[in-house]
């Protein structure tokens, strides 16, 4: 097990490096075909919204998906890296003073506080938009088809009935808490939908058949759901130098959690049967899966 635990976190590394690598490129001062230019400001706002930290664990999961498929390694990275601009779209346009109002996310400035309100609505507009971009262009290289199905799932996964939606549900959340099914419903869509997407992933650039991608996407509802509920274990018992960000700000604002809704016994039994859930719908892969079956785990344990 510590093997397979080293392993993961190997690879969990090396891909980090790789996925910003890429970002790094991606979002360089030079404009691209059909650009006019990269006006300065708004690209480092981009360039400093995806690379200030950060486990890369989305895109982690499109490459170990695809991995265990047989799916095309540089197109899942690509894949990767476009995820990521919209993961950490969420986050910018999280932060402004009219969402979450947060001063700090991975123990820095939050990019409205580094730039200005302005600067950071437009890059995380930008930051969406390039997303689709990455996925759609030549040097993804995947059949138009797939490229077609990968943009429409991330579409569903990031908008109206997805993480955007998720977002209008939460703020809505600090009006009137929702019942256990409306918490579970809004963190379905705004913290699983992208992660249910990292792991479909893997079997669209595969081309896999249709259970393949039914099962990882049922694999990465598990896992988001297992996501979000360590997630608010560690706002009521981490602190804001170990998860980079303001913690307890849920229950200031009065929002419903199934943390508060249940208690920590029962969340921290959930958060195991969520893993044990994960762990049986890869079981038809055997030793093949243990790389996702480690990311469960370490989703479940993490600590920030």
């Known amino acids: 097990m510590d093997a397979n635990r080293d392993t ?11 996925i910003e690598a890429l970002l790094d490129t991606l979002l360089s001062p030079s404009p691209l075909s059909d650009e006019i230019v990269r006006p300065d400001t708004l690209r480092s706002a981009m360039h400093y919204a995806v690379l200030n930290g950060g486990k890369r664990l989305r895109p982690f999961l499109v490459a170990e998906s695809a991995a ?16 990521e601009c919209v993961h950490c779209y969420s986050l910018v346009h999280d932060d402004l003073p009219a969402m979450d109002d947060d001063d700090l996310r991975r123990g820095k400035p939050t990019v409205h506080i580094k730039f200005d309100e302005a600067t950071a609505i437009l890059a995380g507009d930008s930051l969406l938009t390039y997303a689709f971009d990455i996925v759609a262009a030549p040097e993804t290289a995947l059949p138009d088809t797939s490229k077609a199905a990968l943009v429409l799932a991330l579409a569903r996964a990031a908008g109206l009935g997805g993480m955007a939606g998720g977002q209008a549900l939460d703020l809505a959340a600090e009006k009137q808490a929702p019942d256990e099914a409306g918490i579970i419903r809004l963190q379905a869509m705004k913290t699983g939908a992208l992660i249910r997407f990292a792991c479909e992933a893997g079997a669209i650039i595969a081309a896999s058949p249709p259970e393949d991608r039914r099962r990882l996407r049922a694999f990465g509802e598990k896992i988001g759901l297992a996501f979000q509920l360590a997630d608010d274990i560690l706002d009521l018992t981490s602190d804001t130098e170990t998860m980079g960000k303001a913690t307890g700000k849920d229950a200031g604002r009065g929002k419903g959690t199934l943390v508060a809704l249940h208690g920590m016994e029962w969340a921290e039994a959930e958060l195991r049967r969520h893993v044990h859930d994960a762990e049986d719908l890869l079981a038809p892969y055997g030793a093949r899966a243990f790389v996702l ?3 469960a785990h370490f989703i479940a344990d993490r600590k920030s």
Request: hydrophobic residues 50%; without cysteine.
């Open 293 to 295: 079956t480690a990311a």
């Open 8 to 18: 993961f976190e190997t690879r969990l590394s090396n891909n980090a490096r790789e």
């Open 68 to 83: 265990l498929l047989g799916g095309d390694v540089q197109a899942a990275l690509r894949v990767g890296a476009a995820l």
